[in-house]
């Protein structure tokens, strides 16, 4: 597919009632007034960045996932975001990326959020995930990968970065610049997607949610500092091809393996 059409979802999640999110995201979705390929929601998107997993996490074929498919099928799009996932008596914050027909593929979160003991409560995945998706080859993270460029690092070859996240406004400065070079280093679109308002610990978030292209030029144009919004953006894959071979820095890439 030549063009992608990508709409990001800013909302003020409900704290921790997973009902309630799903209710707004669906009026949210069906609200949308451009067609579009893939929708991206933010992190844990049915309960806000909670701890408290052993009371809200669902096995896998429950709630939220019945909801994506039905409406992955129902818009004939692909849905993205994560949730909390309860698995072998572990804990996952884990994305699911779900196809128009229903079916999906899944990635648990990599690094997690030491400073709010994330990884107390959680197990870290352990692989990453490529997408492809209508010709595009899609790599979906989660907020604090953000952080670890190694784990982002464009080795597949790429089009689409994706990070979904409840980054809190205090550190907005960093999502801006990290969203920015990501872009740039992988030289391939890169679409954060935040949340904004006051979570249940009184953490606040500004969003900033944003798309950028392969060389770092922010291409979304939402006034987004603490606002509430959907914006679908376009992206086109020969200008992503032309630009790769113009400037072929990705030839000149390290060579490493992660363990």
């Known amino acids: ?25 669906s009026e949210k979705i069906k609200a949308l007034k451009e067609p579009t390929d893939l929708i991206v929601l933010p992190e844990m998107f049915t ?14 074929n429950s709630t939220t ?17 994560s949730v909390i996932i309860q698995e072998n008596e572990n804990n996952y914050n884990r994305l699911f990326f779900v196809f128009p027909n229903g079916d999906y593929q899944i990635y648990d979160k990599k690094h997690l959020f030491t400073l709010a003991n994330e990884q107390h409560t959680y197990s870290a995945g352990k692989n990453r995930l490529i997408v492809d998706y209508k010709g595009w080859k899609v790599c ?8 670890f460029p190694v784990w982002s690092r464009n080795t ?37 997607v935040n949340r904004v308002g006051l979570d249940g610990n009184d953490h606040e978030y500004s ?21 509430v919004f959907a914006e679908t953006l376009h ?21 490493f393996t992660l363990t």
């Open 235 to 255: 992206l086109n894959k020969t200008e992503l091809t032309k630009t790769r071979k113009r400037f072929a820095f990705l030839n000149d890439r390290d060579a």
């Open 47 to 60: 309960t806000g960045f909670s701890m408290n997993a052993e009371r809200l996490a669902e096995e896998e």
């Open 156 to 192: 597949e070859d790429f089009d689409l970065l994706l990070y979904v996240a409840n980054w809190p406004k205090k550190r907005t400065e960093a999502w801006d610049a990290l969203l920015k070079a990501r872009s740039i280093e992988n030289m391939c679109y890169v679409a954060g």
């Open 140 to 147: 979906p993270l989660i907020c604090y990968d953000l952080r």
């Open 1 to 25: 597919m030549e063009n992608l059409r990508i709409t990001i979802v800013q909302e003020d999640l409900k704290w921790e009632d997973t009902e309630a999110n799903l209710q707004l995201f």
């Open 65 to 81: 996932l019945t909801w994506l498919k039905t409406t992955a099928k129902k818009y004939e799009v692909a849905i993205t975001g």
């Open 207 to 227: 969003g900033h949610s944003a798309v950028y292209d392969m060389l770092g030029k922010q291409i979304s144009t939402a006034k987004n500092d603490k606002v």
